[in-house]
């Protein structure tokens, strides 16, 4: 992705590396800086991730728990400011530990400087999992 990427284009582009379990590929669309958030997870749970090192850590175990078949929606809104974009979206697949299938919504907002991911906040409820106890890093 060039350094003109509009967030939109960006974004998709991550969705379809995360389809092809190319978390490397997705990891590299992040700033070094850049932050992701968790505003509803659970105690125990992280709630922020400050850097490109500490989101790689965080989605490296992620192929291991779900398994992405699909995003059936994806609808991005622009916002005023032209770094930000609102996505509702949807994604199915299953759960690899259970074989079970995972379905869920999720609302991300999304903000991209200099064609790289600066600030994420993935707002998805995780105690909707078969198991709530586990999150993408296999932590407890």
């Known amino acids: 992705m060039t350094t003109n990427t509009a967030p939109a284009d960006l974004y998709l582009h991550g969705l379809q590396l995360l389809l092809d379990k190319n978390l490397a590929a997705w990891v590299d669309l ?24 500490a989101v790689a850590e965080y989605m490296r175990g992620y192929p291991g ?51 790289r991911i600066t600030g994420y906040r993935d707002y998805w409820n995780p105690l909707a999992l078969e198991n709530p106890a586990t999150d993408f890093a296999g932590s407890n």
């Open 65 to 115: 728990h779900i398994d992405l078949h699909d995003f059936p929606h994806v609808e991005i809104h622009q916002t005023v400011t032209p770094e930000t974009i609102v996505v509702e979206m949807r994604g199915v697949g299953r759960l690899v530990e259970t074989g079970g299938p995972f379905d869920m919504s999720y609302i991300a907002v999304v903000t991209v400087k200099n064609g």
């Open 30 to 53: 992040w700033d070094e800086d850049g932050i992701l958030e968790f505003p509803f997870a659970p105690e125990g749970r992280p709630q922020r991730l400050e850097g490109k090192a």
